[in-house]
């Protein structure tokens, strides 16, 4: 892929181009470790045979992405000795990749890491972009860097051996690529046969990482458009965030869109038609995510914690018409609640 930081992205379509450039990476540096969780270790890791190295491995699950685990992270580099020309390859989800590149970024003020994303939701976003973090007092991605990997490694075989449940929350970012900047994408999305990992996955993959990193590379430390890729995350990371463990980052930014695409017709006079679209084609593929009345302002109130947001007030990225986003959109704190009210109510197409 083109561009300044495009250009370390590779999409791999055997394992032997897998192996030569994973060999050809890591052969200048004095010590190599690799981060797994507990199902990449098992499943991904024996793809790239042995690899001599530090192993380090965390239980899987989002709950995991903390401080705790970036301090079990460094504490293995110490007691193995690694110096600043020491490389951390993080082999995982979005997990591994948002944790392995921040404890990477800061250790002895930062060591070369690579990423090897295992899930679509790090093939095509996580591990695309340069962001960095882990999550700080049940609020996601609080504390992180922008921090570039030296590759990225995306081998989408990978996700043969993904959960199906996890390659639809995946999707829900493809989704968002397309109804961000491209209704031709969300044409050829609609009728994508998520069923299994097949070829199509590969076209999907590519489209979606073109689109990101277009976005990307004209403002990659997310002053402006960059925000764009944040639509459905306002409110997404806060249901997210409120029913952690168990519920999936795509499932809940699925909810997200959702919510955003009717504050969108509110704001924006974004097209009811391409509303009930979007509720159509998420509802179709997604669970409806559920939580009591109660605990709406609970969730409402991790909003005002999104890093958009300015000087107290809610800023989200919104769209005018399926292909076209703005950034810094005020959003009142009625609107969400209708919002959520709308997305509880509204049943299949
Ligand atoms: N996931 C949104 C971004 O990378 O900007």
Known sequence: MQGEFSGNIHLLNSQEDLLRLFRESSAAYSKIAILTDENTRDHCLPLLGNV??????????EENKNIGSAEKIWGELLAAGFDRNSLL????????????????????????????????????????????GINFEEVKNQVGTFAWPEKVLVFPDFLKSLPHRELKSGFAEAMKHAIISDPAYWEFLKTFDLTTANKEFLNLIDKSIQIKMEIVEKDPMEKKERKM???????????????QPGLLHGEAVAAGMICEAYISSKILDFPLSALEDIVCQVNKRFHKVSWENHQTDRIINKVYHDKKNKNGKLLFSLIEDIGSCIVEQEVGIDLIHESFRFYQNKGSC
């Open 229 to 243: 890729l944040n639509f459905g995350h306002s409110i997404g990371h806060a249901i997210e965030s409120f029913l």
């Open 52 to 61: 001599p190295g530090t192993n380090i491995s965390i239980p899987a699950g």
């Open 89 to 132: 390859i993080n082999m995982g989800g979005g997990m591994i990749t948002d944790l392995g590149g921040f404890a990477a970024s800061v250790f002895k003020r930062g060591i070369d890491f690579i990423h090897v994303p295992t899930s679509l939701t790090a093939q095509i976003d996580a591990a695309i972009g340069g962001k960095t």
